[in-house]
């Protein structure tokens, strides 16, 4: 399908009936048409049969808003990836690097870095430096191809006791040097006064003490995995942000586990 206005308004329109919305004034304001222009619409959607009598869904309205919506998904993806490659995207050089340099992206430690290389078919992805920059400086790398190879991280929750539930932090201590693993090599993050108390009672200082969710799941983004304590109440109030993470970044795998 053809990404013509007159397309584009009436999968609008569908998607307002499909909300709920069925009158042709509510459809109008909310898309920024005229009271006319919805009445035209929807007179051709009847017509095509994608709407009843009443103006309700029909299964082939619904097909054509499903296929409909898909197509502005590719076209806005295709797009943006376009628009993405000719932005600069900020690196940290590993070298001394020229302006007009071919370079090498990866990722390492959770940062985007920059190498500069000679071959023309090198693997994986490649850009143009934007600026000189000496070892360890910033660098702006434009005109981006390929992918970057990443190892995608990991995030556990560990929900411990509530304070007044909280009688022994040795059995804590223990059962974090028994399971090393959770805290080896990966970033710590904290929720809350009991979680900050644990951590510093136990001898680990925290990465993440400020909104450690959306740390630990940016992390993880970079290929960093990350564990963080939370008591038992503060992770009922923490499970709508938990929910919506795992919806935005469902290729990150997550663990919670219950210290009772």
């Not at 959770?110 to 143009?128: E, N, P, Q």
């Not at 963080?228 to 009922?236: D, E, K």
Request: charge should be neutral.
């Amino acid at each position: 399908m053809s990404l013509e206005q007159s397309k584009i308004s009436q999968l609008m329109i569908l998607a307002n009936i499909f909300r709920g919305r069925v009158k042709p004034s509510e459809i109008g304001r909310d898309i920024g048409i005229t009271l006319q222009g919805v009445i035209y619409h929807l007179k051709i959607l009847r017509s095509e049969g994608l709407i009843n009598d009443k103006n309700a869904l029909t299964k082939d309205g619904f097909e054509f808003l499903y296929s409909g919506l898909n197509d502005i998904r590719s076209f806005v993806h295709e797009n943006i990836s376009e628009l993405d490659s000719a932005l600069s995207w900020e690196a940290i050089s590993d070298g001394v690097i020229r302006k007009g340099d071919r370079v090498s992206l990866c990722m390492r430690d959770g940062y985007l870095h920059a190498s500069r290389i000679g071959d023309v078919k090198a693997d994986g992805a490649t850009g143009i430096a934007q600026i000189d920059s000496a070892h360890g400086n910033l660098q702006a790398v434009s005109m981006v191809t390929g992918l970057i190879d990443i190892k995608l991280g990991s995030v556990t929750i560990i929900v411990i006791p509530n304070a007044e539930d909280l009688d022994n932090m040795k059995a804590i201590g223990d059962f974090f040097r028994k399971n090393a693993d959770l805290t080896k090599n990966k970033k710590i993050g904290v929720i809350g006064e009991t979680a900050r108390v644990v951590t510093a009672a136990i001898g680990i200082v925290p990465a993440f003490e400020y909104a450690s969710l959306h740390s630990a799941f940016e992390s993880a983004s970079r290929g960093e995995s990350s564990t963080v304590l939370v008591s038992s109440r503060r992770f009922h109030f923490s499970l709508s942000d938990i929910a919506s993470l795992e919806t935005k970044n469902p290729e990150i795998r997550l663990k919670i586990m219950h210290l009772d």
